[in-house]
């Protein structure tokens, strides 16, 4: 490591191995790829859906309309169970996010082998046409997410404004963030869906009669969840601050330039900060001071911690499932 003109060089040895997706390559020779449509295979504004500020904002306030209305109609209605279609939307992304992040990660894991760790979170060509792919199936994916707030509804389960405020502000985040085209937005990704692919086993939980059991497992998921948005910010600040000293600080030191908008990348990081924030009150309310509950009430505030866990974490089960 040494100062070249103020730029930070790093002199790397990378082991030499293969670092070919063998389970990308593997299924395109099953799969059909000629059959994706181009608009999917790559993101372009106006073209892929759901890629104009205009569908965009209809989506997020239908959402939201939605949301709103559903839980007034069941204001004075009783629950639906839904117990097995819940579970099976559950399982379904769960297993999509398991497969997501595996690909995902073997392609940035193919691409660091080649590029060395600077220029996997900010050279262009660390941006490949599979990581861009995969960003764009996780990126329509929110969308589908936005199901597990109108079960909440329907099962009449606590509803929180984390849990409104996490689904709405995700998609319009992922969204500027296909538009900035920064090549670090692949964390933000790779981690959120190893969150997610985790709730499979959280899944399993949910046929245990141990509440503890399961009580313990959100804890733990919402420590994980804390972690993810610190290693984010993490990433993003490395690439704003090269950003930054590249184009208006050269003689601090940095690495080089890194491929994104700034403004778009300040307007993500401020998202997750808010995120982090959040998580970190509601383990603080839920896990450290723990309020007193009179006996009598022992059981309705049971149902009431279990629901808001499940809501604020944006858990794929919820406990009483």
Same mark, same amino acid.
């Given at each position: &490591? *040494?100062?070249?003109?103020?730029?930070?060089?790093?002199?790397?040895?990378?082991?030499?191995?293969?670092?070919?997706?063998?389970?990308?390559?593997?299924?395109?020779? *099953?799969?059909?790829? !000629?059959? /994706?449509?181009?608009?999917?295979?790559?993101?372009?504004?106006?073209? +892929?859906?759901?890629?104009?500020?205009?569908?965009?904002?209809?989506?997020?306030?239908?959402?939201?309309?939605?949301?709103?209305?559903?839980?007034?109609?069941?204001?004075?209605?009783?629950?639906? #169970?839904?117990?097995?279609?819940?579970?099976?939307?559950?399982?379904?992304?769960?297993?999509?996010?398991?497969?997501?992040?595996?690909?995902?990660?073997?392609?940035?894991?193919?691409?660091? &082998?080649?590029?060395?760790?600077?220029?996997?979170?900010?050279? #262009?060509?660390?941006?490949?046409?599979?990581?861009?792919?995969?960003?764009? &199936?996780?990126?329509?994916?929110?969308? *589908? #997410?936005?199901? !597990?707030?109108?079960?909440?509804?329907?099962?009449?389960?606590?509803?929180?404004?984390?849990?409104? $405020?996490?689904?709405?502000?995700?998609?319009?985040?992922?969204?500027?963030?296909?538009? %900035?085209?920064?090549?670090?937005?692949?964390?933000?990704?790779?981690?959120?869906?190893?969150?997610?692919?985790?709730?499979?086993?959280?899944?399993?939980?949910?046929?245990?009669?141990?509440?503890?059991?399961? $009580?313990?497992?959100?804890?733990?998921?919402?420590?994980?969840?804390?972690?993810?948005?610190?290693?984010?910010?993490?990433?993003?600040?490395?690439?704003?601050?090269?950003?930054?000293?590249?184009?208006?600080?050269?003689?601090?030191?940095?690495?080089?330039?890194?491929?994104?908008?700034?403004?778009? %990348?300040?307007?993500?990081?401020?998202?997750?900060?808010?995120?982090?924030?959040?998580? /970190?009150?509601?383990?603080?309310?839920? $896990?450290?001071?723990?309020?007193?509950?009179? +006996?009598?009430?022992?059981?309705?505030?049971?149902?009431?911690? !279990?629901?808001?866990?499940?809501?604020?974490?944006?858990?794929?089960?919820?406990?009483?499932?």
């Amino acid at each position: &490591m *040494y100062l070249k003109h103020g730029i930070l060089c790093v002199t790397t040895i990378i082991p030499k191995f293969s670092t070919m997706p063998y389970l990308a390559d593997s299924l395109v020779a *099953y799969i059909p790829v !000629d059959s /994706v449509l181009p608009s999917l295979q790559s993101y372009v504004q106006g073209e +892929t859906p759901l890629s104009t500020w205009p569908a965009v904002m209809s989506m997020t306030v239908t959402y939201l309309l939605v949301v709103l209305g559903t839980r007034e109609i069941m204001k004075d209605r009783a629950p639906f #169970e839904l117990t097995t279609l819940f579970r099976a939307h559950n399982l379904f992304l769960s297993v999509f996010s398991l497969i997501l992040v595996v690909l995902l990660g073997e392609e940035v894991f193919s691409t660091w &082998m080649k590029l060395g760790s600077y220029r996997v979170l900010c050279a #262009e060509e660390a941006f490949t046409p599979r990581i861009e792919f995969y960003l764009v &199936m996780a990126y329509l994916s929110r969308y *589908y #997410e936005f199901v !597990d707030t109108i079960f909440l509804v329907l099962r009449k389960k606590p509803l929180t404004f984390l849990h409104v $405020y996490h689904h709405s502000a995700t998609v319009v985040m992922a969204f500027t963030q296909l538009n %900035g085209r920064a090549t670090a937005c692949w964390v933000p990704a790779l981690l959120n869906l190893g969150v997610h692919a985790i709730i499979v086993l959280r899944f399993l939980t949910v046929f245990t009669p141990i509440i503890h059991m399961r $009580y313990q497992w959100k804890q733990h998921l919402t420590t994980l969840q804390i972690v993810q948005f610190i290693l984010i910010l993490a990433a993003a600040a490395f690439a704003a601050w090269n950003i930054v000293a590249y184009n208006w600080l050269p003689m601090v030191p940095h690495y080089g330039n890194c491929a994104g908008d700034l403004p778009i %990348g300040l307007t993500g990081i401020a998202v997750i900060a808010s995120y982090l924030l959040l998580f /970190v009150n509601f383990f603080n309310q839920t $896990y450290i001071k723990k309020p007193q509950v009179k +006996t009598s009430h022992s059981t309705s505030a049971r149902t009431k911690i !279990d629901g808001v866990s499940s809501g604020s974490l944006l858990l794929r089960v919820n406990s009483t499932a």
